[in-house]
């Protein structure tokens, strides 16, 4: 493409800062004199939200990227980026925010669930394939955050100090994948490393746009330029939310002062202009991709473990199944956080075993404990709008004097933003609750600044809540709670009001929920069921209160009782399969007692379908660990800044390498997974180019895939490396019986290590270990 710079000259510099903020949350400003249309961005990973945060506006929902990279596949991951770019053209999106490419470097990390591995290439092999598959589409991919933005303590802060060889080999590595393949648009984060904030840093010129040639734009995180001269003169491009930043406030006196060149102000914009050229008209519609969608969670469903052949269950066997647990009937689909989307539907873990065994077997579910301490939004199944009486809220947004501006009827008391309210409005939502048993029921309040809450005309909150964070996350998507206790009769219906007023720097959330008492013989019920089932699913997880965007985990145990819920069931019922509902690692201290383990990640809203059909055999649990799953709980120094640092002393050794490197055991090694059938290992073989082919056998009864997972390792190196790190993986699918041969291509970037300002190989031979995880090795070889 052939810029024509000439028409740059008829703006004004104020026209030209115009364009390099956000005209809104979502959208970029025009400028018909250049040509240059508005684009609209969205948030990902899992979906396309689009312009409305709206439980009317649905999005498809996939599994959460830790799923997706579990899959260990590339083509099903570049068909779902398709899937994405069709839904951003539906929605009129150009820019989707993901993928996230950060890595694991703690599984204490809050937002793990968002990013995809613990490995370096694992996250660069998807991640490349996200964006080539929502790129096909004519819709931008974002590479984020740039880079080491891998915990939530203090995010918006935190310097993270990393050395040069290990910002390279580890951290940088994906972003460089990604810039290779061609990524149009690369977010900057909000934390600093080695001292400069990121949205300032030098890392944006070298190595992103000098040396790898980055083309696109550089957006910010929300809210994460904080500066005017310093990130105008870096190479950051364009600032987002607008209408306002400190770009919009400053950067036109910035220029005339010769603080910053006007220069610097046309390069900014002509890349948003290639960028503009770059992403297609949004007008196409996309196809149901929720077929994809299923498939997609039993190819990432890991097996952990499966003590006699317990699994797959045959459906001609089973007469009842008892399916238990918290998330059984409520399955955690989609982590907390901006990445969340509204489905149409979501098929829970009971639905998709009622559906498949339907004429066949009895399904029976109960909850046997609770794990949540938020409380749950009213809905359209407790709920019904006070004047019509159809099912959901009265949601209304008034003036500042008491006058109606909107009325709309809503499907749900969590909104993120409510309706078009601006300004000083007050958001009002009503609704009748109907309580389903008599007791001392919980109505609480969510949001910031001056709030009101009233049941049956009673006013029980009534007071301004001051904002104690600058996080986006917790001021848009977790504010702060009043809660009062009412007492309320069966089949008696509660009028609820509930108010907030939209005062400056309070964000727009807005939140109305009730919880009913709690009862006292959820366990024992859900065990007894459990005793008198033929099998017993039981379906744990973390919450969004232990795993979400803004906050790092305090401890890797699962929330509440699960932990005592599993033993008990696995105790009643020696044929009890426990799927673990997770986005990130979790403490399995009953591993040994349970026959089988299923971790089903965060699925998206196929989840019961896709887990139906692992459970009953139609699919093979294809999944592979991204990241090692830990035996005991880790310190919380790996996410804890001191003051206001975060030392990566551990270097090169993060996941598999570190548990390599302490020679400890976890509970299951990064590419971990077991299949409905075995393999065997027979042969070997490095060809020249780095070409290593692998012979195996499928030994077992059933028709299954492998994935093939090369590592390197050099016990004789003149430098501190790795025990062992993947080199390069590939899979393969056989029948029983059958024998094929894998072709794993090693690239030279494998053998190389960082030194001196770049990229150098060592002399000398390698061992090549060819194997089903990082611990698990069949074959060896040398290069």
């Known amino acids: 493409m052939t810029e024509d710079w000439t028409d740059l000259t008829r703006l004004t510099v104020e026209q030209k800062v115009r364009l390099l903020t956000g005209e809104t949350m979502w959208r970029t400003h025009a400028e018909p004199d250049i040509g240059l249309r508005a684009l609209v961005l969205s948030d990902g990973p899992v979906g396309v939200r689009g312009e409305r945060w709206d439980e009317r506006d649905h999005s498809l929902a996939l599994p959460s990227p830790s799923a997706l990279a579990a899959t260990w596949d590339e083509d099903l991951v570049r068909r779902l980026g398709a899937v994405l770019a069709g839904e951003a053209r539906r929605k009129g999106v150009d820019v989707l925010l993901a993928p996230t490419i950060n890595l694991h470097r703690s599984p204490l990390t809050g937002r793990h669930f968002e990013c995809f591995s613990e490995d370096p290439?694992?996250?660069?092999?998807?991640?490349?394939?996200?964006?080539?598959?929502?790129?096909?589409?004519?819709?931008?991919?974002?590479?984020?955050?740039?880079?080491?933005?891998?915990?939530?303590?203090?995010?918006?802060?935190?310097?993270?100090?990393?050395?040069?060889?290990?910002?390279?080999?580890?951290?940088?590595?994906?972003?460089?994948?990604?810039?290779?393949?061609?990524?149009?648009?690369?977010?900057?984060?909000?934390?600093?490393v080695n001292g400069a904030t990121m949205t300032e840093n030098p890392l944006l010129e070298e190595p992103l746009k000098g040396e790898w040639g980055f083309s696109g734009v550089v957006v910010s995180d929300w809210g994460a330029v904080r500066s005017v001269a310093k990130s105008a003169n870096a190479p950051q491009d364009l600032v987002m939310p607008g209408p306002r930043s400190p770009w919009s406030v400053a950067l036109a006196n910035a220029v005339r002062s010769g603080a910053v060149p006007e220069s610097a102000l046309d390069e900014k914009i002509r890349r948003l202009r290639v960028l503009a050229s770059r992403v297609s008209s949004p007008t196409a519609a996309v196809a149901d991709g929720r077929e994809l969608l299923r498939s997609a969670v039993a190819a990432s469903t890991?097996?952990?473990?499966?003590?006699?052949?317990?699994?797959?269950?045959?459906?001609?066997?089973?007469?009842?199944?008892?399916?238990?647990?918290p998330n059984a009937a409520a399955v955690r689909f989609q982590g907390g956080g901006?990445?969340?989307?509204?489905?149409?539907?979501?098929?829970?873990?009971?639905?998709?075993?009622?559906?498949?065994?339907?004429?066949?077997?009895?399904?029976?579910?109960?909850?046997?404990?609770?794990?949540?301490?938020?409380?749950?939004?009213?809905?359209?199944?407790?709920?019904?709008?006070?004047v019509t009486g159809e099912p959901g809220l009265l949601v209304r947004v008034l003036g500042a004097d008491g006058a109606e501006l909107l009325a709309e009827h809503r499907f749900t008391g969590r909104l993120p933003e409510p309706g078009r309210a601006v300004g000083e409005d007050i958001v009002e939502l009503q609704a009748n609750l109907h309580p389903d048993v008599t007791g001392d029921w919980t109505v609480s309040l969510g949001g910031w600044g001056r709030v009101s809450l009233a049941v049956n005309g009673?006013?029980?909150?009534?007071?301004?809540?001051?904002?104690?964070?600058?996080?986006?996350?917790?001021?848009?998507?977790?504010?702060?709670?009043?809660?009062a206790t009412v007492a309320l009769e069966a089949g008696e219906p509660a009028h609820i009001v509930a108010r907030r007023q939209l005062l400056p720097g309070t964000g727009r959330a807005c939140v109305l929920s009730a919880d009913p008492p709690r009862g006292t013989d959820e366990f024992a019920?859900?065990?007894?069921?459990?005793?008198?089932?033929?099998?017993?699913?039981?379906?744990?997880?973390?919450?969004?209160?232990?795993?979400?965007?803004?906050?790092?985990?305090?401890?890797?145990?699962?929330?509440?009782?699960q932990d005592d819920l599993v033993r008990a069931v696995c105790a009643a019922n020696p044929k009890t399969v426990v799927v673990v509902n997770s986005g990130a690692p979790v403490l399995l201290p009953w591993r040994?007692?349970?026959?089988?383990?299923?971790?089903?990640?965060?699925?998206?809203?196929?989840?019961?379908?896709?887990?139906?059909?692992?459970?009953?055999?139609?699919?093979?649990?294809?999944?592979?660990?991204?990241?090692?799953w830990?035996?005991?709980?880790?310190?919380?120094?790996?996410?804890?800044?001191?003051?206001?640092?975060?030392?990566?002393?551990?270097?090169?050794?993060?996941?598999?390498?570190?548990?390599?490197?302490?020679?400890?055991?976890?509970?299951?090694?990064?590419?971990?997974?077991?299949?409905?059938?075995?393999w065997e290992y027979s042969e070997v073989l490095v060809e020249s180019g780095n070409r290593v082919r692998v012979r195996l056998r499928n030994t077992g009864e059933r028709a299954g895939r492998e994935v093939v997972q090369v590592y390197l390792a050099r016990p004789d190196s003149s430098l501190v490396r790795p025990v062992r790190w993947l080199a390069g993986f590939a899979a393969v699918a056989a029948s029983p019986g059958e024998t094929a041969d894998v072709v794993v291509d090693l690239p030279d970037r494998a053998f190389a290590h960082w030194a001196d300002g770049g990229w150098q190989t060592e002399p000398g031979s390698f061992e090549v270990l060819v194997g089903r995880s990082a611990d698990d090795i069949r074959l060896r070889a040398t290069t």
């Open 121 to 192: 290439v694992l996250t660069a092999r998807i991640g490349v394939a996200y964006i080539e598959g929502v790129q096909s589409g004519g819709v931008a991919a974002t590479a984020k955050h740039y880079v080491a933005n891998d915990s939530e303590t203090d995010r918006m802060t935190v310097d993270a100090r990393v050395d040069e060889r290990t910002l390279r080999e580890l951290y940088l590595a994906p972003f460089e994948a990604a810039v290779e393949a061609g990524v149009w648009v690369v977010m900057s984060a909000y934390n600093s």
């Open 302 to 325: 890991v097996l952990l473990r499966n003590d006699n052949s317990v699994l797959p269950i045959d459906p001609s066997t089973v007469h009842r199944v008892a399916v238990i647990g």
């Open 525 to 561: 019920d859900a065990v007894e069921l459990a005793r008198t089932s033929d099998v017993a699913v039981v379906v744990v997880g973390t919450t969004d209160e232990s795993e979400s965007e803004g906050s790092d985990r305090a401890s890797l145990a699962l929330p509440g009782r």
């Open 592 to 628: 040994a007692e349970a026959p089988a383990i299923l971790l089903s990640w965060l699925p998206g809203q196929e989840a019961g379908a896709g887990l139906a059909d692992v459970l009953l055999g139609a699919a093979e649990p294809g999944g592979r660990l991204p990241t090692t």
């Open 458 to 483: 009673k006013t029980l909150v009534d007071e301004v809540i001051e904002v104690d964070t600058d996080d986006p996350a917790t001021l848009h998507l977790n504010p702060a709670w009043r809660t």
């Open 338 to 386: 901006s990445a969340e989307v509204y489905p149409a539907g979501v098929v829970s873990p009971v639905d998709g075993l009622r559906t498949a065994l339907d004429g066949i077997a009895e399904v029976v579910h109960a909850p046997g404990v609770r794990t949540t301490t938020t409380p749950t939004p009213l809905g359209v199944g407790n709920a019904t709008h006070p």
């Open 630 to 678: 830990p035996a005991d709980d880790v310190s919380a120094d790996s996410v804890t800044p001191v003051r206001g640092r975060l030392d990566y002393t551990e270097g090169l050794d993060i996941g598999h390498r570190a548990w390599l490197r302490a020679g400890k055991e976890p509970a299951y090694w990064f590419g971990h997974g077991l299949g409905y059938t075995t």
